[in-house]
């Protein structure tokens, strides 16, 4: 018989890609295609759905057919993809009313001031436990009800539909126009600001609050379930998973466990919790999330700390400031100096996100002086990141009984040596790489595989996970303190620039 | 302080004699323009010749500039862009092979660790990215001379130091050696460095085919060596994959 494998899709901000895994869980083959960043107006951001859609079915055969393998080896499809981008389409021809708004996209920051004087976030915390943010979806809708003339109405005739990408791509894959499934998964719903977060279904009065009506909106499923078949391009195979990037990132990772911890690192990073069971309320500044929902099991939760600068701040030192030419001679130029000469760096270039949430923050380049060179700036560079990774680990250990025993990493920047072991030394706690860096395609296969019946549970996939590189503390803690109090220093001084604070 | 190297003067002006003219020169024109005698010109060109930064044309036995120094101010690559780009495909080959997965690249000599991706058994390892290996002892290092990305150090003190019994210290045999992993296009090290441990090699090409590394994978050599104690066929083609994959990434077309 023909060795089986699982199709992920992650549908990301930049591209979208297609990879097979085998059953030990490593990567057969990729296949990815970028799409086109819309710029319309300062501070928005745009993508062609369309577009998205097209590019799905060109990688999908051409993984395929770099592994050679036959659509009926394909045992089942997990999707993974950017979290909170709005697409709305019509329910009758499948074309998108305009192009989807993009989860960076900043266009709903006055309805955010709005919704934070009136009614305030305690309300919307209790509900979804997410503060009003130009980030999630429901601003969105808004948006575009009150700034696109007849949309509303439309919707209310329930002429049209709205999605998350998971939501757009399944119901194209599962024929679209001609009886497509209509489906979100937890994850991507709880992201929504509409979804309660206690009983996993569109809360009423975040509806009426926000004025969408229900016929638009897709049935909330299990992340892992098994939805439906395909219907286009490829015919008759299991749809078994949705979750968002950073939730998928946290399955393939195998934090299955309260306790267990991830960090994305990439433009910026994204630091998950397993909290288990249980709803955790953040008092420092993170977010509460659902991290998967496994068939009828319950759920589990997560705290997400979300920071927005990391592999951005190398991206502005090699393109704005033209010191390095590419991202990892960082690491060659930090390494010309043996530390920071007493300057840092705080990347608050649009504010800073967990667990200060302050956007009155602009970046500040502090401790200059006729010492310093592009090396010591260049290790403040690495080390804002490990510092921002330090404040948002001190907010979950804060928040969450058990402190944190190592962290999990993945993303571009963990090929970075010197940074990983900054971020070992300032967390004091050993930081592991996995040995399939591609773990946000991983979850969304893993979680797929598992509603297919490919692996029959989590434990094995626990130990299909394994170590590529660790990195142990090595930093003298006394040292590890007086630099996080310079760096706390430095923060202050970034906070307060951009015009009055608002209380948040 | 000393003055000019005069041998390394006369080879200077022979590149921008051949760089300067549109077609190929032979060895009386060469020694003619510089006011050198034949033998003195034709061992500059001959030394050229072997670091490759002349060819010279097996019909005509005519002279021209050598692809090598064609690519010598391009070939730059920064170590941890090697590492960088990589690293989906050493992790790809260490889960594939079951063993652990170094790059090395060359650093005054000898090879220098730019990457490494542990053996997929979870025992307790230690990175040793940075650490520091003999080119003549170990596959990376034999790729590493074999394409030219290092060269031996002839003075470098009494010669190369044999670690085992099966260390190829004498510069003949590893000569031989070497040639024979210039054929074969990867390289193997059986005990040559430590007792018991084996590994294997493939350079990594970048621009132009130039080699700018070498990944290999290295463990017990019973699990690298099959009964008659050759590396296992299985493991050479993942780990030529994987070198071919990186080299496509960099740019490498025909590799």
Known sequence: MAERYVMSVDQGTNSTRCILFDHRGRLVSVAQREHRQHFPRPGWVEHDAVEIWQNLRRVVPEALSLAGVGTAQVAAIGLANQRETTVLWDRRTGAPLGRAIVWQDTRTAPLVEELLRHPGETFFLERCALPPSTYFSALRIRWLFDHVKGVEQRARDGEVLFGTMESWLLWNLTGGADGGLHLTDATNAGRTMLMNIHTLAWDDELLDFFGVPRPMLPEIRPSAERYGETRALLPGIPLTAALGDQQAALFGQTCFSPGEAKCTYGTGAFLLLNTGGEVVRSRHGLLTTVAYKIGDQPPAYALEGSIAVTGALVQWFRDRLGLISSAPEIETLARTVEDNGGCYIVPAFSGLFAPHWRSDARGVIVGLTSYITKGHLARAVLEATGWQTREVVDAMNADFPVPLPQLKVDGGMTSDNLLMQFVADVLDVPVVRPMVAETVSLGAAYAAGLAAGYWPDLEVLRRNWHRAAQWLPGMDAEQRETEYGDWKRAVERSLGWAGPPHTH | ?255
């Open chain 2, 1 to 255: 302080m000393a003055g000019p190297v005069q041998s390394i003067e006369r080879a200077a002006a022979i590149l921008r004699l051949l760089a300067g003219g549109p077609r190929r020169l032979g060895l009386g024109e060469v020694a003619a323009s510089l006011g050198l005698a034949k033998g003195t010109a034709h061992g500059i060109l001959r030394t050229l010749q072997h670091v490759d930064f002349v060819e010279q044309d097996a019909a005509t036995g005519k002279y021209q500039l050598g692809a090598a120094l064609l690519h010598l101010g391009t070939s730059y690559l920064d170590v941890n862009e090697l590492r960088s780009r990589s690293l989906n495909w050493a992790d790809a080959l260490a889960a594939r092979s079951g063993e652990a997965v170094r790059l090395g690249t060359p650093l005054e000599g000898r090879v220098l660790v730019v990457h490494h991706v542990f053996r997929p058994d979870d025992s307790f390892q230690t990175l040793d990215v940075g650490a520091l290996l003999p080119l003549h002892a170990s596959s990376l290092g034999k790729v590493l001379l074999a394409f030219g990305t290092a060269t031996a150090e002839p003075d470098r003190a009494p010669g190369l130091e044999a670690y085992t019994r099966h260390t190829l210290a004498d510069p003949e045999r590893l000569a031989r050696a070497l040639a024979a992993v210039r054929e074969a296009g990867w390289a193997a090290e059986i005990q040559e460095m430590t007792m018991g441990e084996a590994g294997i090699a493939a350079p990594i090409r970048g621009h132009g085919g130039l080699v700018v590394g070498a990944i290999g994978l290295s463990g017990p050599v019973e699990r690298i060596c099959d009964g008659q104690g050759r590396p296992r066929p299985a493991l050479i083609s993942l780990l030529r994959e994987a070198a071919r994959a990186i080299s496509r990434d960099l740019g490498a077309a025909r590799w």
